[in-house]
């Protein structure tokens, strides 16, 4: 390396990086794709809703931009092999939680909820290997809320608990691409309001009222985090929980 060319292996800012954002047209991976921008970083975005797509791009002037469902591995790997060269960081926001309690649960729609999240995971990882820069980041979002038993939670519970284990794993096998994996509790997203209907109000204010830092985490926390993530290059194979102290509380 001459003293010109910049230190991809320890990443420090996003000033001329590219970053892959896999769900990039709301909640998590939209704020964090606005702030890899303002760090001077570009961005490639992928999300699965072409007109909420189109709005983010409309935003963001990504160097690139694909419509897709993440979980269609034969267009991901179509995707990755498409990219015009290396990117730095790649960052999967896509998935969501499945609430499916035993006594209705459709046996193979659960055993594709699950087939799906890990899937897609190994699908990232598998069709990304060989596109990130060396020293550069795989980074996933993952939750705690499935941390804890309950009825309907077998199925969040058990890719909760599998993808710690499974990044770990891959950030081995992809060295010197760290793999890390950021574990959500609750986040004031769209998403979070699709899944809880009318009762997303009263969850902000009982959050407000009980967490520790005395408000509801947002995107733009977890987005944050994300950047540190990608910048920090001593960090692979771990996760990182962002709460607010979510899990410190009784119920």
Do not use: K, W
């Not at 909820?113 to 980041?137: K, N, P, Q, W």
């Amino acid at each position: 390396m001459t003293g010109s060319e910049p230190d991809h292996g320890h990443g420090h800012d996003l000033a001329g990086r590219t970053v892959v954002v896999i769900g990039a047209s709301a909640g998590i991976g939209l704020e964090t794709a606005r702030q890899v921008r303002a760090e001077g970083g570009a961005v490639v975005l992928v999300g699965r809703n072409p007109e909420r797509l189109r709005q983010a791009a409309l935003e963001l002037d990504p160097v690139g931009a694909a419509a897709f469902d993440a979980t269609d591995t034969d267009r991901l790997q179509e995707f990755f092999q498409d990219l015009p060269g290396p990117v730095d960081h790649v960052l999967v926001t896509a998935g969501r939680p499945y609430y499916m309690p035993l006594e209705s649960m459709d046996l193979a729609a659960a055993r594709r909820a699950f087939d799906e999240r890990i899937g897609m995971t190994l699908g990232v990882a598998l069709h990304s290997r060989d596109r990130i820069r060396a020293g550069g980041t795989l980074l996933f979002i993952g939750g705690t809320g499935g941390r804890r038993p309950g009825v309907g939670l077998a199925i969040a519970s058990a890719a909760t608990a599998a993808l710690p284990a499974l990044v770990a794993n891959l950030a081995l096998e992809m060295a010197p691409v760290r793999v890390n994996l950021i574990a959500a509790g609750f986040v004031d997203t769209p998403l979070s309001a699709s899944l809880l209907g009318d009762e997303v109000d009263a969850r902000r204010e009982e959050l407000r009222t009980t967490l520790p830092i005395r408000r509801v985490v947002g995107p733009a926390d977890v987005a944050a985090l994300a950047v540190h993530i990608m910048c920090n290059g001593a960090l692979t194979g771990a996760t990182y929980d962002i709460d607010g102290g979510q899990q410190l509380l009784s119920h």
